[in-house]
């Protein structure tokens, strides 16, 4: 099976400009996360797709491969399908975040392998909430999973419910999962669901992946054990500890 590996990456952010050329420990973010995915032997290739001239510039230089995209794309999904266009050899596509320096290839791989069983249309992963800080974090977002390893809903509030028990002792109750935001498509799927229009649940909750939930897409889920830490903010860097 083809596997392209693809990293969205973008220069404007309100919270963090230009974050992917930021220096870690003396390479760049979208430089980490490059080397990180090439290392997962699952990808027959990885891409960065940009929008700026000096990320482009900034892979090639490091002998990254990188192709320019669309200014006007809404998200790193979008991004993900302009690209996916023009390598229709790929049978799946992975969108693999730019913002995670250190992430396990392991993930990746463990995301390609939801892809062996032939009806799984869009995968992701999941890991066990084990704190109550964590469930109750709004920038968190949990994963309701049926019996079928599928994602039944998305929501920024701990769901379901415990009725009858405090807060603080839901996880005693219920085992909770927080969402993993790496993502893989069937080729077809991705071009399907980029044409969507933004759904009300994913309006109000303010989690694209709604849409696909609710216009009927199924979203597998693979649960893991390792942790991602994701660069958000100037500040987040400082909770990073190299190696």
Known sequence: ????????????????PGKPLVDIAGKSMIQRVYEQAKKCADLTEVIVATDDDRIFSHVISFGGVAVMTSPNHQ?????????????????????????EPYIDPEQI????SCFKTADTQIATLIKRILSIDELVNVNSPKVVVNNLSEAVYFSRS?????????????????AYFKHIGIYGYRADILQ???KLPVSPLEKAESLEQLRWVENGYRIKVAETELETHAIDTP?????????
Not at 1 to 16: K, Q
Not at 158 to 174: A, D, K, T, V
Not at 235 to 243: Q, R, S
């Open 1 to 16: 099976m083809n596997i392209l590996g693809i990293i969205p990456a973008r220069y404007a952010s309100s919270r963090f």
């Open 235 to 243: 500040g987040d860097l400082e909770k990073l500890i190299f190696d």
């Open 109 to 112: 791989s463990k995301l390609a």
């Open 75 to 99: 998200s790193g999904t979008d991004r993900c399908a302009e690209v996916a266009l023009q390598h229709p050899q790929y049978e799946v596509i992975i969108n693999i975040q730019g913002d």
């Open 158 to 174: 701990p769901l379901p419910h415990i009725r009858g028990q405090e807060q603080e002792n839901w996880l005693e109750y219920f």
């Open 192 to 194: 399907q669901i980029t």
